[in-house]
């Protein structure tokens, strides 16, 4: 499910920004050169000056603790889910799951995502020091301390940033859209100012990222949300509830709202106390002639001097371009991956949002659970086996197009589940998981929509890990242009479905499937050109090339990618079997709920077995 308490977005869609993720590679270090060599006033090296390698396995092992903490963030995040959906609305989800997540997404992403980014290039950072005469002090030579400085002056920008778009956001909100409620516009204050004090510890994240000091972040992450989930489920178990055991709008999206504000308080103390701690203890750093800087006064802001001319700078020019350069970018990626919200926001009441936000929640986990590791272990394999030519390049080729057309039917077998049992058992799942107050409103029609879109984003996901993998910068920017035309027709489609058609949020589903179909098309297209055009040209023999073109056809073709009729056939009946179950019984009371259940488990079981012994050659293929 969602974000109700998910941990604040840096990304779009996902959960994760793109800068935490290369965070888990390897990144360009720099031990420092010794006291010797850098003399008091010697220039300071460039921002992407080139640095030592950094251990593999302190990267390997921070990228461990990473996964650890998305799974440790993952799991609190739908504890608490589960246990607030039976205190809350549809309402307070729809305006804490959608509005507000949109709110934080936009000034997060845009406030630090770009600099993030730049700041990756820096190389690191040695603070071992030099002991003082006196023995008090940790002395940082002059070239490092001046890396050290403007690396701290550029991460203290999101900050400033943040504090514009939010005093913008609620400008507008009090000029141009009329508040909800009376309490509106104190929400969009506080998750603006919880925005704000998140950024403000990004000095401090961006010191702990260039030491690699990955279990730093796991431990206050991990923390924050720890202290997240207390605080909504305190507020909300505290909180007047109504005959229904449900809390009231006001009451359920403040208990958010402060639980918001408590992590962003929690991320900032803790990146405080441990930079404070490092510089400071056991003995605190200053930098080399500059005595009146110790300590924790190292990561305040402050001008730099370059002693042969005198000029004052606060950030390195090559990081402004950069950072330049990823905002564009950020802009468009933020706009394509938070479109649903977006159309979400604009066009449907805060109850049906809360519908969508709730079906969008648990379906992602289709995606993460099963789709991202096909997805991820498809892109290595395929670059790999077909990333260059060599003696067994055609027998490649053919290995490469049949586990291809394997997967893509995998994912079709996958996406039948979901679209004939997925929805006619989309009212008791959101029942038993959510309660009355969902499965009563239009989540179970949403989700079973949803059901349908499932598949596309299966077989979308592998086309674009095989396109990924292979494709040129040329291509790549086309695909670009390609994503900005599926947006905005998903915006058309999605706008007509609500505002013509009345669908709600079953609209931005079809919109969604629109997109996810255009996206296949596009990649589909690269493959087919790839296997039967591009990649035929490695293979010098004229003869054996005619061969293994009419062979890779085949192996692509339509009809030995889609299952058999037998297959199709028992699965339209699975289908109609259900939907007779779900129109008959329901799920109204415990006894109907079990009969239902039980119907699904025994047709489900007849189902998978005709389908394994149609598609034995397919279980041999996955092996």
């Given at each position: 499910?969602?974000?109700?308490?998910s941990?604040?977005?840096?990304?779009?869609?996902?959960?994760?920004?793109?800068?935490d993720?290369?965070?888990?590679?390897?990144?360009?270090?720099?031990?420092?050169?010794?006291?010797?060599?850098?003399?008091?006033?010697?220039?300071?090296?460039?921002?992407?000056?080139?640095?030592?390698?950094?251990d593999?396995?302190?990267?390997?092992?921070?990228?461990?603790?990473?996964?650890?903490?998305?799974?440790?963030?993952?799991?609190?995040?739908?504890?608490?889910?589960?246990?607030?959906?039976?205190?809350?609305?549809?309402?307070?989800?729809?305006?804490?799951?959608?509005?507000?997540?949109?709110?934080?997404?936009?000034?997060?992403?845009?406030?630090?995502?770009?600099?993030?980014?730049?700041?990756?290039?820096?190389?690191?950072?040695?603070?071992?020091?030099?002991?003082?005469?006196?023995?008090?002090?940790?002395?940082i030579?002059?070239?490092?301390?001046?890396?050290?400085?403007?690396?701290?002056?550029?991460?203290?920008?999101?900050?400033?940033?943040?504090?514009?778009?939010?005093?913008?956001?609620?400008?507008?909100?009090?000029?141009?859209?009329?508040l909800?409620?009376?309490?509106?516009?104190?929400?969009?204050?506080?998750?603006?100012?919880?925005?704000?004090?998140?950024?403000?510890?990004?000095?401090?994240?961006?010191?702990?990222?260039?030491?690699?000091?990955?279990?730093?972040?796991?431990?206050?992450?991990?923390?924050?949300?720890?202290?997240?989930?207390?605080?909504?489920l305190?507020v909300?178990?505290?909180?007047?509830r109504?005959?229904?055991?449900?809390?009231?709008?006001?009451?359920?999206?403040?208990?958010?709202?402060?639980?918001q504000?408590?992590?962003?308080?929690?991320?900032?103390?803790?990146?405080?106390?441990?930079?404070?701690?490092?510089?400071?203890?056991?003995k605190?750093?200053?930098?080399?002639?500059?005595?009146?800087?110790?300590?924790?006064?190292?990561?305040?802001?402050?001008?730099?001097?370059?002693?042969?001319?005198?000029?004052?700078?606060?950030?390195?020019?090559?990081s402004?371009?950069?950072a330049?350069?990823?905002?564009?970018?950020?802009?468009?990626k933020?706009?394509?991956?938070?479109?649903?919200?977006?159309?979400?926001?604009?066009?449907?009441?805060?109850?049906m949002?809360?519908?969508?936000?709730?079906?969008?929640?648990?379906?992602?986990?289709v995606?993460?659970?099963?789709?991202?590791?096909?997805e991820?272990?498809?892109?290595?394999?395929?670059?790999?086996?077909?990333?260059?030519?060599?003696?067994s390049?055609?027998?490649?080729?053919?290995?490469?197009?049949?586990?291809?057309?394997?997967?893509?039917?995998?994912?079709?077998?996958?996406?039948?589940?979901?679209?004939?049992?997925?929805?006619?058992?989309?009212?008791?799942?959101?029942?038993?998981?959510?309660?009355?107050?969902?499965?009563l409103?239009?989540?179970?029609?949403v989700?079973?929509?949803?059901?349908?879109?499932?598949?596309?984003?299966?077989?979308?996901?592998?086309?674009?890990?095989?396109?990924?993998?292979?494709?040129?910068?040329?291509?790549?920017?086309?695909?670009?242009?390609?994503?900005?035309?599926?947006?905005?027709?998903?915006?058309?489609?999605?706008?007509?479905?609500?505002?013509?058609?009345?669908?709600?949020?079953?609209?931005?589903?079809?919109?969604?499937?629109?997109?996810?179909?255009?996206?296949?098309?596009?990649?589909?297209?690269?493959?087919?050109?790839?296997?039967?055009?591009?990649?035929?040209?490695?293979?010098?023999?004229?003869?054996?090339?005619?061969?293994?073109?009419?062979?890779?056809?085949?192996?692509?073709?339509?009809?030995?990618?889609?299952?058999?009729?037998?297959?199709?056939?028992?699965?339209?009946?699975?289908?109609?079997?259900?939907?007779?179950?779900?129109?008959l019984?329901?799920?109204?009371?415990?006894r109907?709920?079990?009969?239902?259940?039980?119907?699904?488990?025994?047709?489900?079981?007849?189902?998978?077995?005709?389908?394994?012994?149609?598609?034995?050659?397919?279980?041999?293929?996955?092996?």
């Amino acid at each position: 499910m969602s974000s109700v308490a998910s941990s604040p977005p840096a990304k779009g869609r996902s959960t994760q920004s793109s800068s935490d993720a290369s965070a888990a590679r390897t990144v360009p270090a720099a031990a420092g050169a010794p006291p010797s060599a850098e003399k008091a006033g010697s220039p300071s090296p460039p921002l992407a000056a080139t640095a030592n390698s950094v251990d593999a396995s302190t990267t390997l092992a921070g990228g461990v603790q990473l996964v650890l903490l998305q799974v440790w963030s993952r799991l609190a995040t739908f504890v608490l889910n589960q246990l607030a959906l039976r205190f809350i609305t549809r309402e307070v989800l729809g305006i804490v799951a959608l509005e507000m997540e949109l709110l934080m997404s936009t000034i997060l992403f845009l406030s630090r995502e770009c600099i993030r980014m730049a700041l990756l290039r820096v190389p690191k950072i040695d603070l071992s020091g030099v002991p003082s005469r006196d023995g008090k002090f940790l002395i940082i030579p002059r070239a490092r301390y001046e890396l050290l400085q403007k690396m701290v002056n550029f991460a203290y920008v999101p900050a400033a940033i943040g504090a514009v778009l939010s005093v913008g956001i609620i400008t507008l909100f009090d000029l141009y859209r009329p508040l909800k409620e009376q309490f509106y516009g104190q929400i969009v204050l506080i998750f603006c100012l919880a925005s704000v004090v998140e950024l403000v510890a990004e000095p401090m994240y961006v010191l702990a990222l260039n030491g690699l000091k990955f279990s730093v972040r796991v431990r206050i992450e991990g923390a924050a949300v720890f202290v997240k989930c207390v605080v909504a489920l305190a507020v909300l178990y505290n909180s007047d509830r109504g005959n229904d055991g449900r809390v009231s709008l006001e009451g359920g999206v403040f208990a958010f709202a402060w639980a918001q504000l408590s992590y962003g308080a929690c991320i900032t103390w803790g990146y405080v106390f441990h930079t404070w701690l490092s510089f400071s203890f056991p003995k605190p750093f200053i930098p080399e002639k500059r005595p009146d800087i110790k300590g924790f006064e190292l990561v305040l802001p402050r001008e730099i001097t370059d002693p042969s001319t005198k000029a004052v700078s606060y950030f390195a020019p090559d990081s402004l371009s950069l950072a330049w350069t990823f905002a564009k970018q950020g802009l468009l990626k933020h706009l394509l991956t938070e479109g649903d919200k977006i159309l979400s926001v604009s066009l449907i009441t805060s109850a049906m949002q809360g519908d969508y936000a709730l079906v969008e929640k648990y379906g992602s986990l289709v995606a993460r659970i099963i789709f991202q590791p096909i997805e991820e272990t498809g892109r290595i394999y395929f670059s790999k086996v077909l990333g260059s030519a060599d003696d067994s390049y055609s027998e490649n080729l053919r290995s490469a197009a049949k586990a291809l057309g394997v997967i893509i039917r995998l994912h079709i077998l996958v996406g039948l589940v979901f679209v004939c049992f997925g929805s006619n058992y989309a009212g008791l799942f959101i029942d038993i998981l959510a309660g009355r107050e969902f499965s009563l409103g239009t989540a179970p029609f949403v989700l079973a929509t949803y059901c349908f879109y499932v598949p596309l984003m299966g077989i979308n996901g592998i086309t674009e890990a095989f396109f990924q993998g292979l494709a040129d910068e040329q291509l790549v920017m086309k695909q670009s242009y390609w994503m900005i035309a599926c947006w905005v027709i998903f915006l058309a489609i999605g706008g007509l479905s609500i505002s013509v058609f009345k669908l709600a949020a079953i609209g931005i589903v079809l919109a969604n499937s629109f997109n996810m179909a255009m996206r296949i098309s596009f990649s589909w297209n690269f493959v087919r050109n790839f296997f039967l055009e591009k990649a035929l040209e490695k293979v010098k023999d004229s003869t054996a090339k005619s061969s293994l073109r009419k062979e890779l056809a085949v192996t692509l073709s339509v009809r030995e990618i889609l299952p058999p009729v037998a297959v199709w056939a028992v699965f339209g009946l699975a289908w109609a079997a259900t939907f007779a179950s779900d129109r008959l019984l329901g799920w109204g009371t415990n006894r109907n709920k079990l009969l239902h259940l039980a119907t699904g488990v025994v047709v489900f079981a007849v189902t998978a077995a005709i389908a394994f012994l149609n598609e034995k050659s397919t279980v041999r293929n996955l092996k």
